[in-house]
Antibody, heavy 121, light 107 residues
Framework: QVTLKESGPALVKPTQTLTLTCTFS??????????VSWIRQPPGKAMEWLAR???????VYSISLKTRLTISKDTSKNQVVLKMTNMDPADTATYYC?????????????WGQGTLVTVSS | DIQLTQSPSFLSASVGDRITITCRAS??????LAWYQQKPGKAPNLLIY???ALQSGVPSRFSGSGSGTEFTLTISSLQPEDFAIYFC?????????FGGGTKVEFK
């Protein structure tokens, strides 16, 4: 059974760096074809795709947020970490990690429940 | 960037109703579209991928159709557990985009 779970601070101050961890089970990011993304949803708005990391350490970022994002993986811990710098109240959102279905072009077959991050002083 | 527009944003329906949700893409995305169901506090659940393929374990009352720029999700006979939010996602190219969601409420 595949599971993913996001963890991180519920509250961050403006200008701080957010670090979120996605801990997963049921698959390995060492396996060819495995890919994990971060996606967020501001309150009342549509989901926004943020970043992706692949089994071969290839990384793709949202063009609009590229300068603020860093995605990494720790395969020994089955974790994917997202760092977002210079946080702003507009970054208040529920942040999700999700796995791209193996061999697919990009649909997500497993998601975490999400973690709400509020940016406020 | 590709934009996805979902309609309606809200839909009131009764158990047993047939409902249809539309997702329109700002440019041709072939069949690179997925549909998800989300309930409050829960992880999104994949329903349909590649526009019309039913994800394993998803009831057959769910179906998807369309290609190019217009897509639909149909629930043939709404069940109590289907009251939720539904959203579409395109994966034709980065950045992946999502529709704004349709909340299906009990009439």
């Amino acid at each position: 059974q595949v599971t993913l779970k996001e963890s991180g601070p519920a509250l961050v101050k403006p200008t701080q760096t957010l670090t979120l961890t996605c801990t997963f089970s049921g698959f390995s990011l060492n396996t060819g074809g495995m890919r994990v993304s971060w996606i967020r949803q501001p309150p009342g708005k549509a989901m926004e795709w943020l970043a992706r990391i692949d089994w071969d350490d290839d990384k793709v970022y949202s063009i609009s947020l590229k300068t603020r994002l860093t995605i990494s993986k720790d395969t020994s811990k089955n974790q994917v970490v997202l760092k977002m710098t210079n946080m702003d109240p507009a970054d208040t959102a529920t942040y999700y990690c999700a796995r791209i279905s193996t061999g697919s072009s990009g649909w997500y077959d497993n998601w975490g429940q999400g973690t709400l991050v509020t940016v406020s002083s | 960037d590709i934009q996805l527009t979902q309609s309606p944003s809200f839909l009131s329906a009764s158990v047993g109703d047939r409902i249809t949700i539309t997702c329109r893409a700002s440019q041709d995305i072939r069949d690179f579209l997925a549909w998800y169901q989300q309930k409050p506090g829960k992880a999104p659940n994949l329903l349909i991928y590649a526009a019309s393929a039913l994800q394993s374990g998803v009831p057959s009352r769910f179906s998807g159709s369309g290609s190019g720029t217009e897509f639909t999700l149909t629930i043939s006979s709404l069940q109590p557990e289907d009251f939720a939010i539904y959203f579409c996602q395109q994966f034709n190219g980065h950045p992946f985009a999502f529709g704004g969601g349709t909340k299906v409420e009990f009439k």
